[in-house]
């Protein structure tokens, strides 16, 4: 089946062809064990670190400490990891079992194996008591799933009050053709068959599914970060790339928000957005 034919294909083929891709990149990312280093490991450093978490961590609060949390897609464990480091109870999802390896291997080294259980499920297949979390992440993983069939189970799963937060890339014919057509650092060979980046209206497919939602966009001048390269081999490498980092979008970020006040219209063109949606208390 050719990947452009994934997004009408069962769910699972759909895994099938998502598990494939992140066991490899995992796999063979990690031989290098110096990554389960992290540059900001707990959550008050990663989610204060740019204007796109901040929005979520002005949602959540400055404090995850006995939170139930639950990741979608959790890749490598960097944000399960963090948010245990700062006294969240946390359930890492995600398809690949090699990335999920990769979690407990960065939670163990962090001394918060005890705070990090892992599930090998799909979204659309997960299967939890209803109103077991506080809160839900979902990081660049959304744009993989079947909407309808996993947004009503994160709803359901959310306690009274439970929030989620939704970090996306956005759609436009600009992007998309330079994510189809233009090498860049980090960009995974195969095409995605099951990838449908964001558009107003998969916003607002995901909104209507819970009490309430709004979304923001971020990284016009700041989705150059990508080309940033860092100096060294294993987590030096990143730690020197985070670092530059960090200094162009403390130049980037006021420019973009200048941007977007004078012409709106630009925040469609931004990189990412980011998605806040919740249950009422009552």
Known sequence: MRAKELHDAPLEERVAVERGIWDRVRDETFRDKSLLESTRSTYEELFTAYPEYRYVYDFFGPSVAGKRVLEVG?????????LAVSGARVTAVDVSASGLRVTRERAAHY?????????ESAAEELDFPERTFDFFVGKSVV???????AMPRLYRFL?????????????????????ARLPYPGKVDEEHGTDEFFTRATIARIIEHFDY???REFRLLGMLQKFIPGRGQGFEARRTQE????????????IDE???????????????VVLRVGRCAS
């Open 143 to 149: 744009h993989h799933l079947i909407i309808d069939e």
């Open 159 to 179: 306690a009274p009050g439970g929030r989620g937060a939704i970090f996306e890339p956005q759609g436009n014919p600009l992007l998309d053709f330079a994510r």
């Open 74 to 82: 959790c890749g490598s464990g960097v944000l399960s990891v963090a």
């Open 258 to 272: 200048a941007l977007f006040r004078v012409a709106p219209p630009l925040r469609r063109l931004a990189q990412v």
């Open 111 to 119: 001394g918060v194996s005890d705070r990090v259980e892992t599930v």
């Open 243 to 254: 670092e530059r980092c960090r200094r162009f979008r403390r130049l980037v970020d006021p």
């Open 213 to 215: 939602g709004e979304f």
